[in-house]
Structure formats: structure tokens, C-alpha cells
């Protein structure tokens, strides 16, 4: 077995010049962003290695383990927060609670002083770590990163690092750091091999992320948003634009809603009266939607040819009565070009105080509303309930 300080001067080396070759790109790129909390996970994880070196040396190391112990914790936690920022979210909360634990970490190291030994704070810097690795395997695989096949990287090099470390948090806690379990598979020694692995594989996963070489589901929405010939947001584009709307909404402290709406029978309407009153209620429909609805929303095509809509409401029961009105002048304008048929209009409506401010389970929700306001007796607009909500079904709104 390699010796502790041979194994520390390697992953030292491989760490600084990984992060190195990541911060002279990210300053060549002037890199904005995600990019830029990635680059102060890797300065985390130079800092680490080189006080973990100090350690290995100095006749009284508690200083340089406490250093090093609360800057891995802060690396585990920038990789959450770049990964956060990629998908547009919120991060000073996040930012504060990553500070917050970084600095607890080393204080509770400082305060075991040198009598502390070289494990003073251990089991709660294994619990950082795990704890903000998985929460940065989670954040990866949602929202426009989960949307990279690349992505992957991260959720795996994450969800290694979150169960690694839990493993070891219970084991130094349970046995203690003389065991035979400790000793064997999570000494420090193996941690660095590991560390070597989860470092090459970081920075490729985060130089891939930001340099575009890498095929996305959403490959036009960062850089242009596709609008159809009606003035509307494509279905990819809508996605992709509602992600930063929500975003600033939860940064702002506002109320964000969607909208889904959507006709049935039409392909009734079309065997009954022909593809051509079809075509023809689809498109009034269409600029209908995008005639009526707020002046500052997003408008959008949604799945199974339905239209989805994103605003700020003042209130939820404005959003509602918002959607009831839109809803109310298609039908009347449906009722005025004396068609031989009016469709069913469902609408469907979510709203971030119960939902939270994921943008896409907010689609999500609101197009199951109108899949079901269009088959109730009265057509009438749903609100979207909360996940694992127990009261019991949809709750209606009447049309104003």
C-alpha cells in the first residue's frame, strides 16, 4: 500500500492541475454562470489538497485540518450550487447554508484544538459532504442539466461521493477510526485513490456541460428561442424559456403560475365536418390563446396540440380568474364565427404556492388539470393540487 503522504502529493497534483486547467478556461471563456461556482468548487478542492499537505508536515497540523476539512465541505457544496445555477434556480439560501456548514465544520475542529487528533470534526464534515453531494446528484438530473445526456457525470460522480462518505460518517461514528472496516476500505489512503477518479471525471463532466460539445434535447433553446408563425413559443423553447421565469419569480419572492389549456374532440369534429373546420378552430384557438392572455406572459405550444401559458398573478385566485376569462372569450369566439360545432375547452391551472417553483412539474401539473377540466361535467378551469396531496382531487373554479 501506497504511503498516506505519497497518495496526498498525487491526488495534490492531479487536483491543482485540474483545477487550474478548469479556472485559465473559465477566465479565457469569461465564463458566467454555473461555470464560475464550478470554478470555486475546484479553488475548494486546491485549497483542500494543500492543506491536507501542510497537515502531513507541520509538527502541529489541528489548524491545517480544520482549513482543509471545512474547504472539502464548501467544494461539495459548489458543485450543488453550480449545478442549481445551470438549471436557472435560486442559490443565495443554498449559497448561506453551504457557508454555514463549511464554517461550522472548521470551527468544530478548532475547537477540539490539538489534543483533537487527525479526526476532529470528521463525522460532520463525512455529513456535509454527503448531504450536499446528493443533493447535487439530485439537482442534476432535473430541470435543462437533466437534459443532457452528459449530466450524467455529475449524478454518478455525486451520488458515488454522497453514499461514500455517509458509509464512512457511520463507520468513524459506529467503530471508530481504528477499526478494521475504517482502516481497510475508507482509510484515507483509499479516499485519495477515489478522490483522483471522481476529479477527472468532474472536470470533464463540467468542461463538457459548458462548451456545447455534447448533444442536447434542448440544443436551440439556451442560444434561440424558436417562435411559429402565430407568434408563439415552440414546445422545446416554451420549456426552456419558463425555466429562467420561475427562476426570477422564486428569486423575487413572486407568485408564478401556468396555464394549460386544450381542446377535445378534434378529431371528431374532423370525421363529422372535415379536416378543414378542424384546421380552422385550431388556429382560432391558437391566436385566440395568445390574443387574451396577459400582455407580459409566456405563450406556448404545449403537448397533444395544446397551448400552455406563464405568468405572475398578483394571487392564485387571480390566476384562476385569469384563466377563466380567456377561457370564457374563446368559447364566445368559438359561439360568434357560427361554427357548426363549439369544442370543449379544459383548463388546467398550477400555481407556485402549491406547487413550488419547479417550472416543468408546473406544466406538468397544469396539462393533467386540463385533461381533466375537459372531461367535467361543467368544463370548468382546475387548479393543480400538490404532489401526495391527501384532500382529494382537483379543485374547480367557476368561469367569471
Known amino acids: ?20 486547467l478548469y479556472l485559465v478556461e473559465t477566465i479565457l471563456r469569461r465564463e458566467v454562470g454555473a461555470g464560475r461556482v464550478w470554478a470555486l468548487a475546484f ?21 491545517a ?12 457544496g459548489c458543485f450543488w450550487l453550480g449545478c442549481r445555477t445551470f438549471n436557472g434556480r435560486a442559490t443565495r439560501l443554498p449559497g448561506a447554508a453551504v457557508v454555514s456548514v463549511a464554517v461550522v465544520t472548521m470551527l468544530s475542529a478548532l475547537f477540539a484544538g490539538p489534543r483533537g487528533g487527525e479526526w476532529a470534526g470528521s463525522e460532520l464534515m463525512f455529513l456535509g459532504i454527503a448531504v450536499f453531494a446528493a443533493l447535487g446528484s439530485f439537482e442534476s438530473r432535473r430541470g435543462a442539466m437533466g437534459a443532457m445526456w452528459s449530466s450524467l457525470g455529475f449524478t454518478i460522480v455525486l451520488a458515488f461521493v454522497a453514499v461514500f462518505y455517509f458509509a464512512r460518517a457511520v463507520v468513524l461514528a459506529v467503530l471508530g477510526p481504528d477499526s ?13 485513490i477515489v478522490s483522483i477518479v471522481l476529479t477527472l471525471v468532474a472536470l470533464t463532466t463540467a468542461t463538457m456541460l459548458r462548451s456545447g460539445r455534447v448533444t442536447v434535447r434542448q440544443d436551440h433553446d439556451g442560444n434561440l428561442l424558436r417562435v411559429s408563425p402565430e407568434g408563439i413559443l415552440e414546445e422545446t423553447s416554451f420549456r426552456a424559456a419558463v425555466l429562467t ?19 377535445d374532440d378534434l378529431a371528431q ?17 391558437r391566436a385566440g390563446v395568445r390574443r387574451f392572455a396577459p400582455t407580459f406572459a409566456l405563450v406556448g405550444h404545449g403537448a397533444d396540440n395544446s397551448m400552455v401559458l406563464a405568468f405572475e398573478p398578483d394571487s392564485a385566485a387571480e390566476a384562476g380568474r385569469v384563466a377563466s376569462r380567456i377561457q370564457r372569450r374563446l368559447l364566445d369566439g368559438f359561439a360568434e364565427r357560427g361554427s357548426a360545432v363549439i369544442p370543449v ?32 361535467v361543467d368544463a370548468s378551469v382546475i387548479f393543480a393540487e400538490p404532489p401526495g396531496d391527501l384532500a382529494g382531487g382537483d379543485t374547480a373554479v367557476a368561469g367569471e
Open 345 to 376: 375547452l379544459g383548463v388546467g391551472v398550477a400555481v407556485s404556492l402549491d406547487m413550488g417553483y419547479d417550472a416543468l412539474m408546473l406544466q406538468d401539473a397544469a396539462s393533467l388539470a386540463a385533461r381533466r377540466s375537459s372531461t367535467s
Open 43 to 63: 479553488l475548494g478542492g486546491m485549497l483542500t489538497v494543500v492543506a491536507y499537505l501542510v497537515w502531513q508536515q507541520a509538527s502541529e497540523p489541528w489548524i
Open 180 to 192: 478494521d472496516l475504517f482502516r481497510t476500505w475508507l482509510n484515507s489512503s483509499i479516499t485519495g
Open 1 to 20: 500500500m501506497i504511503d498516506l503522504f505519497t497518495v496526498n502529493v498525487i491526488v495534490a497534483v492531479v487536483t491543482i492541475t485540474a483545477g487550474v
Open 245 to 263: 421565469v420561475a427562476a426570477r419569480s422564486e428569486a423575487g419572492g413572486r407568485i408564478f403560475a401556468v396555464v394549460a389549456m386544450r381542446m
Open 269 to 285: 369534429i374532423s370525421l363529422a365536418f372535415g379536416s378543414t373546420e378542424e384546421e380552422a378552430l385550431r388556429t382560432q384557438f
Open 65 to 76: 485540518i480544520a482549513i482543509g476539512n471545512a474547504s472539502l465541505v464548501a467544494t461539495s
